[in-house]
């Protein structure tokens, strides 16, 4: 982890010469003698129900010599061991802690342009304090609260308890002439006082924070001029405890401590990012006043600390589906001691705020074209509508799309391939890497590689390659890999009784199975099944407008994506990557509280469709299989696409899908 690949070794093996098997990169420049320290590892213990094995410290080898030498003479913190000197005993899941690796996830959630009207739940008030006089006994706050009423007309003000031991040495220090930071969410809502600082203070920030199963994305942004200061990204130190959403819930089922041990991984990777766009922005962490926090339902209550368990299963319930009030200390991650945090609302069991969040950015409710709203991750969130309906729901598509159950798939990082053309006539590929300006076919490109390295394929490439191989026919419209034409290729490989495309020959050796090609296929066609389930719901036939959300969205190419049959037919103009559109939302409640006040109302509105209870949801599902699809015309990609001939190929080819077939008819 987090990379999600996987293997068998033998007995004995070095963790750090598993690793190299499968293609994840560990740094180790003193070639395995223990003394550099950079290939260091961590073991997470549990009972993983996905991967039905049981991790434990105990299946590696005892701490030998080296790493206790090593130990001595530098520092391996607590639970880390040396990759290179740890041999495999057992079951492992193991995690390369993301502060050791140099070719880390290229995690790629910057905050787009928009400028967003200030209406900020947080206002400074400068204020001038009478002094205390020996013929008028009031108090300090008394008078404070006075002259805020007086001059910002805050009239039955409350004040934060943290405040009142602080109040008389801040009044002295800044000479009875004070700035007082006002909280008021609601407009009905009595204001309250939670910070002061002596004298004029003119700055004050908030943090805008998505919180994907994958990554994570922060934005620094000031309160006065709405400006995004700063913007960092982390992947989810969660992902050691599952790829996708299911297994983080099985993990907190299986083991005890599950629920504590991720809302801790989570909270300690959000105080980290905080940290980093406070030094990015040279902004103390006690200027941020206020936060907004997004997420998925399953991230939302790990955050908060609440044990997903029932959104594991139907009715999916939430512990809490409206917006959320309370301060940054109570959700372990302090920053002045009066910051609030607001958490917008889930729309339902597996719709989160996250796509509250890009509603409230991408305004399907605010527009007469019907407009599709997709955020692919591990699992697809959905909403289709225009001003007078929306509708929303969630497809399970499972982590393929971010190379996870890939046989050569990884996360977005140097060395992933990121981009795939096959010659039509040759079969021959071309592609692009992550860290490698030049295409394969171009001069330069294997100096480059032999430095970067080219170790996998990333979402983007895992597209258009099953895409490319489709429009060249290499596999049929069923995703049948053509054993008939390894005439035409030495690329088409025979494996067993299926057929393989080797899109890279060197180390590690990068290819496409037939089992990569059906992952995509069933991740697809559970997202389009979903689609389809939301345009019977508003009676339609053909969607005016689609926005592709996400870091994965924004890096998909929206005619292979069309191809795939990822997505409806619509006029290709009228796709568009629209960023990290939940971190966009959340910056726009922060910045807005009537922005806060409409995304409230509007998730009210919105109906939920619930995939797993609709009838027809696995008949859209069968013929979504099919590239593009088996029923759906795609008039639209027709006119910049010439998609192949249909050719059925005999079940004898399909490999492992017609097998599994057969097995059942026989049981």
Not at 229 to 238: I, K, L, R
Not at 467 to 489: C, K, N, P, Q, Y
Request: hydrophobic share 40%; net charge neutral.
């Amino acid at each position: 982890m987090p990379s999600g690949k996987r293997g068998r070794f033998a007995v004995g093996t070095p963790v750090l010469e598993a690793a190299r098997q499968l293609g994840v990169y560990v740094e180790s420049v003193c070639g395995g003698r223990a003394t550099c320290g950079r290939c260091q590892v961590s073991v997470q213990e549990g009972n993983f129900a996905k991967h039905k094995i049981v991790s434990a410290n105990d299946h590696l080898s005892p701490i030998g010599p080296k790493e206790r030498r090593y130990a001595e003479v530098r520092d391996l913190p607590e639970g880390r061991r040396l990759s290179c000197s740890a041999l495999i005993h057992g079951d492992l899941v193991i995690d390369v802690p993301q502060d050791t690796v140099i070719n880390a996830q290229v995690v790629r959630k910057a905050a787009d342009e928009r400028v967003i009207a200030r209406d900020t739940a947080v206002h400074m008030c400068y204020v001038e304090v009478e002094e205390p006089d020996m013929h008028k006994p009031s108090g300090d706050l008394d008078r404070l609260k006075a002259a805020l009423a007086a001059d910002w007309k805050y009239d039955n003000l409350e004040v934060d308890f943290h405040i009142i031991p602080q109040v008389q040495s801040i009044l002295r220090k800044g000479e009875w002439k004070v700035t007082a930071a006002i909280h008021r969410d609601h407009e009905g809502d009595r204001p309250r006082l939670i910070a002061l600082y002596p004298g004029l203070k003119n700055e004050a920030y908030g943090i805008a924070c998505d919180i994907g199963s994958t990554t994570i994305a922060m934005h620094l942004s000031s309160l006065l001029s709405g400006r995004t200061v700063a913007s960092a990204g982390a992947s989810n130190p969660q992902i050691r405890f599952g790829e996708d959403l299911m297994s983080r819930v099985s993990y907190v089922m299986m083991n005890p401590d599950g629920r504590g041990a991720m809302t801790n991984a989570v909270r300690e990777a959000l105080n980290g990012l905080i940290d980093k766009v406070c030094a990015q922005g040279g902004v103390s962490r006690q200027d941020i006043l206020d936060s907004v926090f997004v997420g998925n339902p399953i991230m939302h209550h790990l955050f908060l600390g609440i044990d997903p368990t029932e959104l594991g299963g139907a009715p999916f319930a939430l512990a809490v589906s409206g917006a959320v009030h309370l301060t940054a200390a109570e959700v372990g991650v302090p920053m002045n001691a009066g910051t609030r945090v607001y958490m917008l609302p889930c729309i339902a069991g597996h719709v989160g705020a996250d796509a509250a969040a890009a509603t409230l950015a991408e305004g399907p409710h605010r527009q007469d074209e019907m407009m599709l709203l997709v955020d692919i991750g591990t699992n697809a969130e959905i909403v289709l509508g225009n001003r007078n309906r929306v509708v929303a729901a969630s497809s399970p598509t499972g982590p393929a799309f971010e190379g996870a159950e890939i046989s050569s798939g990884q996360r977005a990082a140097p060395g992933a391939i990121e981009r795939v053309r096959i010659d039509p006539l040759t079969l021959e590929p071309r592609y692009r890497v992550i860290g490698i300006e030049p295409w394969s076919d171009e001069p330069g490109f294997e100096e480059a590689a032999a430095t970067v390295g080219v170790t996998g394929i990333c979402g983007s490439a895992i597209i258009e390659v099953v895409a490319e191989l489709f429009l060249t026919g290499i596999i049929s419209e069923d995703g049948v890999v053509d054993g008939g034409m390894t005439a035409r290729s030495h690329r088409i490989l025979q494996n067993g009784r299926t057929y393989s495309y080797l899109l890279r020959d060197g180390a590690p050796r990068i290819t496409v199975t037939q089992n990569d090609v059906r992952a995509i296929q069933l991740a697809k066609a559970a997202l389009y099944a979903g689609v389809k389930l939301l345009m019977d719901k508003q009676g339609i036939s053909h969607v005016d407008r689609i926005g592709l959300a996400g870091a994965f969205g924004t890096f998909i190419d929206p005619k292979y994506a069309m191809v795939l049959g990822l997505i409806p037919d619509c006029t290709l103009d009228k796709v568009k990557a629209v960023g990290n559109a939940a971190g966009t939302g959340a910056r726009m409640a922060l910045l807005n509280r009537g922005h806060r006040r409409e995304i409230e109302e509007t998730v009210r509105k919105i109906e939920k469709i619930e995939t797993a209870l609709e009838s027809k949801f696995q008949e859209h599902f069968v013929y979504a299989m099919a590239l593009p699809n088996k029923v759906d015309a795609f008039p639209e990609l027709s006119k910049v696409v010439t998609l192949p001939e249909r050719k059925q190929l005999a079940d004898d080819a399909s490999g492992e899908g017609s097998g599994r077939r057969r097995r059942r008819s026989r049981e």
